[in-house]
């Protein structure tokens, strides 16, 4: 008589392991300082970030009202301010003082 054998089953050998130290290495970098943060005056009827970076290139990110702002930018800006943030490089706006404000207006 034949004896059957059990066909043999073979598992894909894995892929060598990167080393712990070069994870670390393409980690980011925190930098020890925060960030100093920019805040600008919207010109009328401004709806883009006007910010230019290191090479030249406008940001042109969309200005969003930021309700829930920290309390260091309440103490440099004021309380219950409307202010405006860059979608992209978060370039802090306020509002233009000539035109009105667009807290509290009704729109009909």
């Known amino acids: 008589m034949a004896e059957e054998t059990a066909p043999q089953v073979t598992t894909p050998a894995a892929p060598p392991k990167a080393p712990a130290v070069a994870a670390a290495a393409t980690a980011p970098v925190e930098d020890a300082e925060p960030k100093e943060v920019k805040i600008k005056v919207r010109k009328p ?64």
């Open 45 to 108: 009827k401004q709806r883009a970030c006007d910010e230019k970076d290191a090479k030249g290139k406008l940001c042109a990110g969309h200005l969003k009202r930021w309700y829930d702002y920290p309390k260091d930018v309440e103490a440099k800006i004021g309380k219950d301010a409307e202010i405006y943030r860059c979608e992209f490089c978060k370039t802090l706006y306020k509002p233009d003082p000539k035109q009105l404000p667009h807290s509290y207006t009704l729109r009909y």
